[in-house]
């Protein structure tokens, strides 16, 4: 059974940074993408990040884009969110997915393992 779980949210002032972990298990036969999607309260869920396979290539939407960075390390079945100079509007549940595709996608349909959530919460 696969299990994907977050750590690493909190409560943070405006400007601070945060790094969000992604742990998964029981997915040993395959490769796949890994990315992040938030849900901010009354909104719909949206991508926030995306990293292929091997590392090589990573997506961001363009309101993180340059304020957060993915990583991942296969070694240990773990992909991090390193999210700088948060703002108020980045307050929300951060959800850990595991995409059926090595490459990365950005659509909610390429996962089919998802984490409960971390909370982030930005506020002065």
């Known amino acids: 059974q696969v299990q994907v779980v977050e750590s690493g949210g909190g409560l943070v002032q405006p400007g601070d940074s945060l790094r969000l972990s992604c742990a998964a298990s029981?997915?040993?036969?395959?490769?796949?993408?890994m990315a992040w999607f938030r849900r901010a309260p009354g909104k719909e869920r949206e991508f926030v990040a995306v990293?292929?396979?091997?590392?090589?290539?990573?997506y961001y939407s363009d309101s993180v884009k340059g304020r957060f960075s993915i990583s991942r390390d296969n070694a240990k079945n773990t992909v991090y969110l390193q999210m700088n100079d948060l703002k108020p509007e980045d307050t929300a549940i951060y959800y850990c997915?595991?995409?059926?595709?090595?490459?990365?996608?950005?659509?909610?349909?390429?996962?089919?393992?998802w984490g409960q959530g971390t909370q982030v919460t930005v506020s002065s």
């Open positions: 029981g997915r040993t036969d395959s490769s796949y993408a």
């Open positions: 990293v292929n396979w091997t590392g090589s290539i990573k």
């Open positions: 997915a595991l995409s059926r595709y090595i490459s990365a996608r950005t659509s909610p349909e390429a996962y089919d393992a």
